[in-house]
């Protein structure tokens, strides 16, 4: 029995994007005007789902956006930085399923 060769199929993605660098990435399609608040930031990206971890889990950006203390952000790296310890805290706590499983010996 023979194995397929791999396809040379280019249209698939080579990796990833999660958390902070999938928030980049969305952010660019966006032409947001900075300084922006926090509420200007909600209300036109609070509808988009960003992933947090490879498993492609999501967190909307609503959601994001209200674990964030502050209320502007000068620039997009402002944003940013505030953003990150939003998604990190999110992968690292997994889904229940996930940390279900990690529980158990086998």
């Known amino acids: 029995m023979g194995m397929r060769p791999p ?4 249209d698939e993605p080579t990796s990833v994007e999660f958390g902070i660098a999938a928030v980049d990435a969305r952010l660019d399609e966006y032409d947001i005007e900075y300084p922006a608040t926090k509420h200007d930031l909600e209300r036109r990206l609070g509808h988009l789902d960003v992933a ?16 964030v203390d502050c209320a502007e952000f000068a620039d997009e790296q402002a944003l ?18 996930d940390r279900l499983r990690s529980s158990l010996p086998f």
């Open 7 to 10: 396809s040379n199929d280019t």
């Open 52 to 67: 947090y971890d490879m498993k492609g889990h999501t967190l909307s950006m609503r959601d994001a956006l209200e674990q």
């Open 80 to 97: 940013l930085n505030a953003l990150h310890p939003v998604f990190e805290r999110r992968r690292e706590k997994g889904t229940v399923f």
